[in-house]
Structure formats: C-alpha cells, structure tokens
C-alpha cells in the first residue's frame, strides 16, 4: 500500500508552490501511487528532492526553461561548445532570434529533436519535471495520456504535474535505482548527469522529517482484521 500525504504535507515539501499545485498533488496523488512512487520512502525521497530542484519547487515562471540566456551564461553552461561569450555572439550574432537559433542548433540533432527544425527551441524544459527534447515529450505523455508533443505547453498546467511527474519517473525506470539507494544514479538517469547534484542532495536531507513522518495506508490493516 502506498504513502499517504495530506494537503500539509504537500505544502511542507512545496512551501513556495502556488496553491494551484498543491491542490493538485492533494487530488491527484494516485498517479504517484500507480507509478509505484509511494511505495517506499526511498522511492518517494528521490522524487521529489529531484523534481524540486528541477522546477524550483514548482516556482519558475510557467514551469517553462528560461532560455534568455546572456551569451556569457550560454559559454558557461556550455564550456565544451564555446570557449567563450565572444564565441557564442559569433556563432550566433546577437540581434533578434539570436537565442533561438542557438538553442535550435544546442539542442537540435538529440533527444529525439530532428535537425533542421525549430525542435531544439520548442521542446525546451518545461513541467516538475522539466522535460526535454521531443522523445521525452513524446514519452512522457504517452505515459500519462497527454499529447505533448503536439501541445508542449500542457506541460505547463498545475492540473496536470502528478501525472507529468509519475510518467517521467516511469519512462527514466528510475524505481530501480531508487530501490538500490542509489541517488547518483537517479540523478544521471533524471538529466543525464550530476547538475545540481549539491541541491538534490540538501533537497533529499531537507525533506527527510516529513517522509519519516508519513505512514502507509496499510499500517491500519492488522487492527481492522483483529477486529473482524
């Protein structure tokens, strides 16, 4: 049997989200049980220490990847592709659409993004999960019967961020590292590798009292069959 959460609880992990994603996670919390999340604290740690991090605990501006990146951030964030701002602005230029076609060319050619097209530009970070590249948009929402690809801004919705987050969690199999208490490896499996790794982990600490302070639904089952 799963965790159970309540609304508080929810807020205690999410103290900056919008009331429109804790209400959500209140209602929706079975997508996570069906996924298998909340079938151990474990499991259920490493969602969301990750999935805050992503997202900010749900508090970036329409759970949308900002790409206006300054040309000096974009060679920091991409050392092995511009050894400096300068090299961005010449690869680029920077008049109107210059961040576009940068990340139309960044991001073009993987994760599913076809090269030639905008894929690289559309089918930036977005949702708890922050998905990326059209294979995840296409994953995830086969996952939790949405048609992202074709709509990526659904991701988007607070309604729609259980489900979001249990079928990424379902695509990137990440049950099984987090059954190994291998938070490194979910990490990488998460984003391909360890960005971030400093604040999941403060994330995974810091969240560590309420997951303690949860019980399973099932931890009610032994009185009720004495009684019976």
């Known amino acids: 049997m799963p965790l159970k959460l309540s609304e508080q609880d929810w807020r205690d992990i999410f103290p900056k989200a919008p009331d429109e994603i804790i209400a959500a996670f209140r209602d929706k919390a079975s997508a996570l049980d069906e996924a298998g999340i909340t079938q151990s604290r474990t499991r259920l ?9 992503e997202c900010g605990g749900f508090t970036i501006k329409k759970l949308t990847e900002n790409i206006n990146y ?7 964030v991409w050392p092995s592709r511009f050894a400096s701002a300068a090299d961005v602005v010449a690869k680029y230029g920077s008049g109107p659409g210059w961040r ?7 991001y073009g050619n993987r994760m599913g993004n076809r090269p030639g097209t ?10 708890g999960p922050q998905i990326t590249g059209r294979d995840g948009y296409l994953q995830v929402g086969k996952r939790c019967k949405l048609k992202l690809a074709d709509d990526p801004e659904l991701a988007t919705l607070p309604e729609h961020q259980p489900a979001i987050l249990a079928a990424f969690w379902s695509w990137k199999k990440l049950n099984k590292h987090a059954d190994k208490g291998n938070f490194i ?9 360890l960005v971030g790794f400093a604040d999941r982990k403060a994330l995974l600490k810091g969240n560590d009292p309420i997951i303690q302070r949860l019980t399973y639904l099932a931890s009610l089952m032994p009185t009720l069959e004495a009684l019976g």
């Open 45 to 53: 740690a490493y969602a969301l220490a990750n999935v805050e991090h």
């Open 100 to 106: 576009k076609r940068a990340f139309d060319d960044i």
């Open 70 to 76: 300054s040309a000096k951030r974009m060679a920091q």
């Open 118 to 127: 905008s894929d690289g530009s559309t089918y930036i970070g977005r949702g």
């Open 185 to 193: 490896a979910c990490v990488r499996a998460w984003n391909g590798g």
